[in-house]
T-cell receptor
Framework: AQSVTQLDSQVPVFEEAPVELRCNYS??????LFWYVQYPNQGLQLLLK??????LVKGINGFEAEFNKSQTSFHLRKPSVHISDTAEYFC??????????????FGRGTSLIVHP | SQTIHQWPATLVQPVGSPLSLECTVE??????LYWYRQAAGRGLQLLFY??????ISSEVPQNLSASRPQDRQFILSSKKLLLSDSGFYLC????????????FGPGTRLTVT
């Protein structure tokens, strides 16, 4: 069974500062990892994904994440945040389930709050 | 291009009343479809998913049900709402048989009073 732990429920940061949102996962098989962003009262949008290949993945809005298999982590980073990055961020893991389906498991989310 | 619609956007219903939320996808065929509920501070809870017409898998036993009467239509229902059913309901779709992203709808905010 797969699981995802987002270690921080809330991360406050000042504008133009760097930020890291942490995500750890557990799975018994090869995994595929995703970060989504959710702005208030909206659906989720994909930020980036890791399926295979380079462990450093670049996404939209200047975000990047690094897949670390030995530490079972997929932390999200941005070198300089903007006020507009204030949102909820979800990490998700997916592996091949029964019948060939890929049902993702989501973390509880991290609320990024950017202060001016 | 593909789009996903959900309605209504907001809904206020009394305890014990029925519920019907609708989700439709355009621009793709035979998608995998999902219903999630998001309660405050509790992340996304997968409620149902469907890999085809009439094929529904339930992840959480509760007073909700789902149906897929057409290929690109997914309906979430309840005969009698509970206070605990309040939350933000999200529909999503993905390409079947592959590891890929999910595409989420705009959501429905349900308040049970």
């Amino acid at each position: 069974a797969q699981s995802v732990t987002q270690l921080d429920s809330q991360v406050p940061v000042f504008e133009e500062a760097p930020v890291e949102l942490r995500c750890n996962y557990s799975s018994s098989v090869s995994v595929y990892l995703f970060w989504y962003v959710q702005y208030p009262n909206q659906g989720l949008q994909l930020l980036l994904k890791y399926l295979s290949g380079s462990t450093l993945v670049k996404g939209i809005n200047g975000f990047e994440a690094e897949f670390n298999k030995s530490q079972t982590s997929f932390h999200l980073r941005k070198p300089s945040v903007h006020i507009s990055d204030t949102a909820e961020y979800f990490c998700a893991v997916s592996d091949r389930g029964s019948g060939g389906s890929y049902i993702p498991t989501f973390g509880r989310g991290t609320s990024l709050i950017v202060h001016p | 291009s593909q789009t996903i619609h959900q309605w209504p956007a907001t809904l206020v219903q009394p305890v014990g009343s029925p519920l019907s939320l609708e989700c439709t996808v355009e621009g793709t065929s035979n998608p995998n479809l999902y219903w999630y509920r998001q309660a405050a501070g509790r992340g996304l809870q997968l409620l149902f998913y469907s890999v085809g017409i009439g094929q529904i898998s339930s992840e959480v036993p509760q007073n909700l049900s789902a149906s897929r009467p057409q290929d690109r239509q997914f309906i979430l229902s309840s005969k009698k709402l509970l206070l605990s059913d309040s939350g933000f309901y999200l529909c999503a779709w993905s390409v079947p048989g592959t590891v890929t992203r999910q595409y989420f709808g705009p959501g429905t905010r349900l308040t049970v009073t």
